[in-house]
């Protein structure tokens, strides 16, 4: 299944052309829908997740840990939801016009080991995981990725503007017009210095909704728009950065979310260690693996809520 939309750019990293900077940030946000072992999206569950090169140019799907388990590591990782065997990401094909096309990716080995990295520190209690991309999807896919090595380009601080991209309830890809991530504004809610909870995250005060957990966090300023650069001086924009990774609110009626930090994003693509646990199911061997990368958008379930 691919969607055609308008021209994009290619070019990663900070940007200082508008065009790069106006749409790099809404076209590196991608869709997700996690698989059972049946290959079924379980009803209301989709993501966000965002590609990140660590300092060898390697690729790495970023989303939350609770997306590719569905469990809550908070509560003693007990499920949330559903056994996940894969994940179904929409992706960027390459090409002068912006097409996706549905990548399949199996998340245990065949052991039931799973696949994707987590923090080399605190393990799971970090709710953000890295799966690693293969070489050749790299070379058959335009993956506009994020870097996380090197310093931050804005000095954060409490009430700094920061925006979450993603698809939140009601936009996925498989409606022509909404084939990009939904920019949603928020502001830091926590000093960042401080880690949240003794874990490097802080807190965003946005009214982030279900299917933005995996989010990409972007600091962003218009060429209008004076910004504190990370070394003190006063400077006007275009430019972008990343600040980490979004992952839900810290209760259902708050407006009040977890930002794992760039800082643990890094942490995870450099030194991260593939856990022993949970055990991921694999897909049935009666699942049709080629049906599951040309998926037709179920009426039923399209737009439904997400995690």
Known sequence: MTTDASHRGLDDGLSSGSRRVLEVPALASLYVQPLTPMGTVERGRAATAFVVRNRAGEPFLITNRHV?????????????????SALRVLVQMAGPALR??????????????PEWLEHPEHGGKVDVVAYPLRSELEEALDLIAYSVAGPACARLDLTTELFVIGYPLGFDPFRASASI?????????????????DLPSTLIDCRARPGQS????????????????????RRTGPVWDLVGAYSGRITEGSDVGIVWKRSAIDAIV??????????????????????????????????????
């Open 68 to 84: 590719v388990t569905g469990r809550n590591s908070k509560n003693g990782d007990q499920p949330s939801g559903a056994n996940i």
């Open 270 to 307: 450099e030194r991260g260690c593939r856990p022993l646990r949970p055990t991921v199911s694999p897909l049935d061997e009666s699942v049709d693996r080629q049906a599951l990368a040309d998926p037709e958008p179920d009426p039923k379930t399209s737009g439904g809520t997400n995690v």
């Open 100 to 113: 996706w096309t549905a990548l399949v990716l199996e998340l245990g080995d065949e052991d039931g080991r």
């Open 214 to 233: 995996g989010s990409p966090v972007v600091f962003y300023a218009d060429a209008h728009t004076t910004y504190l650069a990370a070394d003190g001086e």
């Open 181 to 197: 991530g939904v920019w949603t504004r928020g502001t830091v809610a926590w000093p960042p210095g401080i880690d949240w909870e």
